[in-house]
């Protein structure tokens, strides 16, 4: 590589809130939101909740002269929502499905539905490979009480495993969508913390846009003011991050996103605002390379949101083990019910009444037996999460051989000493 290579990279990202029949003005906010990404020629459009087939062909036909490669991640059953513009040849493709992803019970929420995703598309720019991934994790529908903290928190972990298992041989990995957690949340924490990722809204020298960077914003009028108030000024879910591995050197010069109001019409193009970054990528010393020179003060807090994500891990499946083991006991009392009325029915006493309770019966344990299983699913997940934590932890124990108390230092600089020979 020379010495003197430099690269600039422009990224959009955006929650589009495209959901059929649901969402306001979405075809006039998908045609403006075209209309947007010609006129400003990104070198990459990473969108999430784009749910329908229609939407996506549109964006792909009304969007192929100046983003000749896109792609759509089908998974679920109404689609991940996944999808990415590209100016430039897309090289590989491939996606993970999150191995949980909310309960299908829960139908107003409708996120296990969608078949949640990471996306990794491997662009090669100038000899440079760059791993970019879109995703969008579970949604948080009550903070105070949030059932689905340790389904995100497990869907953190898979897609930090998923970069990290992914990027070996990239120079640079992007991270874009939509995390539905706040900055200081254990699932942002645990992702950053383990994958080495920055956050383009601490790293950039020119920041543009909304109060603190938050990307739902009380000034939207599609955004739930109600959903709202506990946050004045709004939050920040969605992000654009990046590092660069051996020989590369990544920042941040500009980061933007819009304020609750369109650009040119002055409505919003979702419920969420865009972020539009604009990296620079260029040669780096291997002296020079950051992700090699982090001491341990700077890695010291990954030890301990490991633990902390392995002991949330821990309580979302004694949860889940509770409902299963409740299921099971409905099972046993629809079954004890269903002999008791083949008894009634056959003795003739009480035929016609048996007759009738026999069908809600059946579907008794047969809703019993699906909520079982599904629950039975969910432990099985979050203890894979568990164990691979635990099995980072071990080998950090191992690696400083200094019993309960370990330091990550030397765990981190295997990991990092092993890629660049990979290299």
């Given at each position: 590589m020379k010495p003197n290579f430099s690269l600039r990279l422009r990224i959009f990202n955006l929650n589009c809130w495209g959901i059929p029949y649901l969402s306001k003005h979405r075809a006039d906010r998908m045609r403006r939101l075209g209309d947007f990404l010609n006129l400003e020629s990104f070198d990459l459009a990473l969108l999430e909740e784009v749910w329908s087939e229609q939407d996506f062909q549109y964006l792909r036909q009304k969007l192929s002269p100046t983003y000749p490669a896109a792609h759509h991640f089908r998974s679920g059953i109404i689609g991940s929502g996944l999808c990415v513009f590209s100016k430039h040849p897309i090289q590989e493709l491939t996606q993970h499905i999150y191995t949980l992803n909310g309960y299908p019970y829960m139908i107003h929420h409708g996120d296990w539905f969608s078949g949640k995703a990471v996306g990794l598309l491997v662009l090669h720019l100038s000899g440079m490979v760059l791993n970019a991934y879109v995703t969008h994790l579970h949604a948080e529908y009550n903070r105070r009480k949030d059932i689905y903290l340790a389904h995100r928190v497990a869907q953190a972990w898979e897609l930090a495993q998923f970069i990290h298992h992914t990027s070996k041989k990239a120079d640079v990995v992007l991270l874009c969508g939509d995390l539905n957690m706040h900055p200081e949340d254990l699932g942002c924490c645990l992702l950053k913390e383990w994958t080495g990722l920055h956050d383009a809204y601490l790293e950039t020298r020119d920041f543009k846009g909304s109060e603190e960077g938050n990307t739902m914003v009380p000034k939207n009028c599609y955004v739930s003011q109600q959903e709202l108030k506990p946050f004045p000024f709004g939050v920040r879910i969605d992000y654009v991050l990046y590092k660069a591995v051996s020989g590369f050197y990544i920042s941040c010069k500009s980061l933007e996103t819009t304020t609750g109001f369109d650009p040119h019409s002055g409505t919003p193009l979702s419920d969420h605002e865009a972020l539009m970054a604009t990296l620079f990528v260029r040669h780096s010393p291997p002296q020079q390379n950051p992700s090699s020179t982090h001491g341990p003060a700077e890695r010291s807090p990954l030890m301990s949101v490991l633990k902390e994500a392995w002991t949330e891990l821990g309580l979302g499946m004694a949860q889940a083990r509770w409902w299963a083991t409740f299921a099971s006991y409905v099972?046993?009392?629809?079954?004890?019910?269903?002999?008791?009325?083949?008894?009634?029915?056959?003795?003739?006493?009480?035929?016609?009444?048996?007759?009738l309770l026999w069908?809600?019966?059946?579907?008794?344990?047969l809703w019993a037996g699906a909520f079982y299983l599904f629950h039975v699913q969910e432990v099985n997940g979050l203890y894979r999460a568990q164990a691979e934590l635990q099995h980072v932890l071990g080998r950090a124990r191992e690696a400083q051989d200094l019993g309960p108390e370990p330091q990550p230092a030397l765990l981190l600089g295997q990991q990092e000493g092993d890629r660049t020979k990979e290299q």
């Open positions: 099972i046993g009392l629809g079954l004890l019910l269903l002999a008791l009325l083949c008894v009634l029915a056959a003795g003739g006493g009480a035929g016609e009444a048996a007759i069908t809600p019966s059946v579907g008794l344990v």
